[in-house]
Nanobody, 119 residues
Framework: QVQLVESGGGLVQAGGSLRLSCTASRRTLSMYAMGWFRQAPGKEREFVSSIRWSGGSTVYADSVKGRFTISREIRNPTVYLQMNNLKPEDTAVYYC????????????WGQGTQVTVSS
């Protein structure tokens, strides 16, 4: 059973930074893409960012463009989300996810890590 292990969440003041990481437990996992999603209290889960495993092309939600940066480490394999200039509205549980090769959507999910931004 492949697991995604997330870390890096926490409490930070507005304007601060955090770096999330997510590592897949199996190095031979055939990944098409890895992504980050978030869910705030009382809201639906929303897309934050994704990165294609081959080639490294990235996509960002408009709400985080210019503030968040997604990157990957192929050998490990790990995906990072560098979050700068955090805002209170970024407060949410952040989940990483994997879309495996051949899958139509993200089909592996991490347990989530809490990010809280105080004003």
């Amino acid at each position: 059973q492949v697991q995604l292990v997330e870390s890096g969440g926490g409490l930070v003041q507005a304007g601060g930074s955090l770096r999330l990481s997510c590592t897949a437990s199996r190095r031979t996992l055939s990944m098409y893409a890895m992504g980050w999603f978030r869910q705030a209290p009382g809201k639906e889960r929303e897309f934050v960012s994704s990165i294609r495993w081959s080639g490294g092309s990235t996509v960002y939600a408009d709400s985080v463009k210019g503030r968040f940066t997604i990157s990957r480490e192929i050998r490990n394999p790990t995906v990072y989300l560098q979050m700068n200039n955090l805002k209170p509205e970024d407060t949410a549980v952040y989940y990483c996810a994997v879309q495996r090769v051949g899958a139509n959507d993200y089909d592996l999910w991490g347990q989530g890590t809490q990010v809280t931004v105080s004003s």
